[in-house]
Structure formats: structure tokens, C-alpha cells
């Protein structure tokens, strides 16, 4: 069984930074894929990006160039780096593992807040 818990949400003037961070609790060891995803009011959750235990990483199209996502396989523990935040990225980020480069797995965190305002 594996317990995520996300950090670093919050809010911020467009063209700032945040970093979320993600700590995994059980066998993290035995998750390939690790990704963050958000969900914004009155939208479905989406995918942001994914890692693998390999350090492969996939994003969607409107964070490339702005967003990390990274992994510390040591401290058992993803990270996203967000830079030049615009409004339309104010959502709830979530942490997720167990899925794969394109879909969620099992596991999810409590979700935590990132607001942008313009």
C-alpha cells in the first residue's frame, strides 16, 4: 500500500513559481509511474505530467516549456517545478501513482490548492 501526501500548493501572481512536492509513504519502490494531475471547477481531472523510475518524463501540451516534474527515488518523494503561472492554471494538483505515461494508477494524494491570479 502506498500513501501519498502533496505540499507547496498556494497562491500566486501570474508569472510566479511554485513547487509542489509529493512524499510517498510504503512501496514506492515498486511504482514505475508517478505523475501529478489537476482538476479545476466544473472540469475533469487532467493529466500535467508523469515520471518514470527511469526519469522519462511526459507533460501536457500548455505546461511544456514552463513546468519540471522530477523525482527523488531516495527520499521516495515527486516534485512539479512551476514557472511562469498564468490564471487557467489555477486547479487543485494531485499526486498520483500505480498508472502509466498517459493514465492515473491507484493511488492518490489528498490534493492541495494552487491558485494564480492575474
Known amino acids: 500500500q502506498v500513501q501519498l501526501v502533496e505540499s507547496g500548493g498556494g497562491l500566486v501572481q501570474a508569472g510566479g513559481s511554485l513547487r509542489l512536492s509529493c512524499a510517498a509513504s510504503g512501496s514506492f519502490f515498486g511504482i514505475n509511474v508517478m505523475g501529478w494531475y489537476r482538476q479545476a471547477p466544473g472540469k475533469q481531472r487532467e493529466l500535467v505530467a508523469t515520471?518514470?523510475?527511469?526519469?522519462?518524463?511526459n507533460y501536457k501540451d500548455s505546461v511544456k516549456g514552463r513546468f519540471t516534474i522530477s523525482r527523488d527515488n531516495a527520499k521516495n518523494t515527486v516534485y512539479l517545478q512551476m514557472n511562469s503561472l498564468k490564471p487557467e492554471d489555477t486547479a487543485v494538483y494531485y499526486c498520483?501513482?500505480?498508472?502509466?505515461?498517459?493514465?492515473?494508477?491507484?493511488?492518490w494524494g489528498q490534493g492541495t490548492q494552487v491558485t494564480v491570479s492575474s
Open positions: 498520483n501513482g500505480g498508472g502509466t505515461t498517459w493514465t492515473y494508477g491507484d493511488y
Open positions: 515520471i518514470t523510475s527511469g526519469g522519462l518524463t
